[in-house]
C-alpha cells in the first residue's frame, strides 16, 4: 500500500517493508550515504522484500508490547484466507508460525517479571502451525503455556469457526488458565453474503462452534465482527443477519461499515451499497449489541467474579475477570493493589464498565 502512495507523496525517500524493521537503522544509514553520493538527483528508494515468499515467521526477539499486567505475544503472522474483501493477504504474505520453543522461552521470561496474562496474537491465529503441517498445533502450543509458572491467565486474540471441533474444545476446557472469552469473527450471519466474501464457513457450522463452546465454559463471553454493507448485501441478506445475531447473543459486537480496499475481489464487486444505507444498518446492530452488553452485565449483579486488578485511578480499582468483563470498583472496597487477583462481589450495573 505504501509503495502504491508514492507517486501521489514524492517527498517519501525510502520505503521498509514489515521484515525490514528489525534493520531500519541501517536502511537509514544507506540512505543517507546514498543520498550524499547522489549529490543533487533525488531518487527514490525502494526496499520492500517480497512478503508474500516469506516463508518464516521472523522473530524480532522483544518485540513483546506489555502492560503492566498483561503481555501481549504474537505468535502467527501472515494469512492464506483470501476474503474477499480484505488486503492482508497480499500485504502480509502466507502463514508463518513462531515455534512453540521460542513462544514460550518468551513466556517464561515474562512470567519472571511478574506478569499474570499472556494474550496469544496473530493475524489469523487459526492457522497458527499450519505451516509446520500439523492441526492440532494452537492446542498443543495451549497445553504448553499452561504448565509456565507463574502465569495465570492465557487468553487467545481471536478463534475461527472452522477451528473449534469437539476435540480442539474438549482439550481446552481442561485448560484450567485458559480465559473463557472468545472472539469469533463472523462478519455476516447470512450464508450468501459471506460466500461472496470468500469466508470458509456456515452460519450452521458457526453455530455449533457457539454450542460447542457455551457447553464447555458455562461464563463464556462471546465477541464478534459484523461488516455491514458488504457489496450486493440486499435487505433481506442483512435481515438474516440481525435474526441470526439476535439468536447468538455476543457480549460485544464491531460493527465496521464496508468500504473497499484496492486490489481487493470485493472492490470490484458490482452492487456497492449507499452510505446511507450501511449507516443504518450499522446502527442497527450497535444498538442490537448495547443491549446484549447491558442483559449480559445485569446476569452478574449479585455474583462474584475474579479480578486481575490493572489499575488505580482517582481512587478507583479497575480490571479485568477471566471472561473480559471490565471491573471497577471503589479502592476501599478491594485489597487496592494491582497486579493482584481478587474475588469482588458486584453490587451494581456501574461496575461493569461498558469496554
Ligand atoms: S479477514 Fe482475516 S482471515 Fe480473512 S483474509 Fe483477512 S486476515 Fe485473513
Request: overall charge positive.
Amino acid at each position: 500500500m505504501a509503495k502504491e502512495q508514492l507517486e501521489k507523496i514524492p517527498e517519501i525517500d525510502l520505503i521498509l517493508g514489515i521484515n525490514e524493521k528489525n534493520d531500519i537503522v541501517k536502511h537509514l544509514a544507506n540512505k543517507e550515504k546514498e543520498k550524499k553520493n547522489m549529490l543533487a538527483q533525488k531518487e527514490t528508494m525502494v526496499e520492500v522484500s517480497d512478503v508474500l515468499h516469506q516463508t518464516e515467521f521472523l522473530d524480532f526477539g522483544k518485540v513483546t508490547y506489555t502492560e503492566k499486567t498483561r503481555a501481549v505475544v504474537k505468535v502467527q503472522d501472515g494469512c492464506n484466507q483470501f476474503c474477499s474483501y480484505c488486503i492482508i493477504p497480499y500485504a502480509r504474505g502466507r502463514i508463518r508460525s513462531r515455534r512453540p520453543e521460542s513462544v514460550i522461552k518468551e513466556i517464561t521470561a515474562i512470567s519472571q517479571k511478574g506478569i499474570k496474562e499472556v494474550v496469544l496474537t496473530g493475524i489469523h491465529l487459526a492457522s497458527y502451525g499450519k505451516d509446520f503441517e500439523k492441526n492440532d498445533a494452537l492446542i498443543d502450543l495451549l497445553e504448553k503455556i499452561e504448565k509456565v509458572e507463574g502465569i495465570q491467565r492465557i487468553r487467545l486474540g481471536s478463534l475461527e469457526p472452522t477451528l473449534i471441533s469437539e476435540e480442539f474444545v474438549g482439550r481446552l476446557s481442561k485448560l484450567s488458565k485458559i480465559c473463557d472469552h472468545f472472539h469469533l469473527s463472523l462478519q455476516s450471519g447470512c450464508d450468501e453474503t459471506l460466500k461472496r466474501m470468500n469466508r470458509k464457513y456456515t452460519i450452521e457450522v458457526f453455530e455449533r462452534g457457539v454450542e460447542l463452546l457455551r457447553s464447555a465454559f458455562p461464563n463464556v463471553n462471546l465477541t464478534t465482527d459484523i461488516i455491514v454493507g458488504f457489496p450486493g448485501e440486499t435487505k433481506e441478506e442483512f435481515d438474516k443477519t440481525y435474526d441470526f445475531l439476535k439468536k447468538i447473543q455476543f457480549y460485544k459486537m464491531h460493527i465496521f461499515k464496508y468500504s473497499p480496499r484496492k486490489g481487493t475481489v470485493a472492490s470490484k464487486m458490482e452492487n456497492q451499497i449507499d452510505g446511507n444505507v450501511k449507516e443504518q444498518r450499522s446502527r442497527l446492530l450497535i444498538d442490537l449489541s448495547a443491549k446484549n452488553e447491558e442483559a449480559y452485565h445485569r446476569k452478574y449483579l449479585g455474583r462474584q467474579v475474579e479480578v486481575l486488578w490493572e489499575e488505580k485511578n482517582h481512587g478507583l480499582m479497575t480490571g479485568h475477570t477471566k471472561n473480559y468483563m471490565k471491573i471497577q470498583k471503589k479502592k476501599e472496597e478491594t485489597n487496592g493493589k494491582t497486579n493482584t487477583m481478587e474475588i469482588v462481589t458486584i453490587q451494581n450495573m456501574d461496575e461493569m464498565m461498558n469496554s
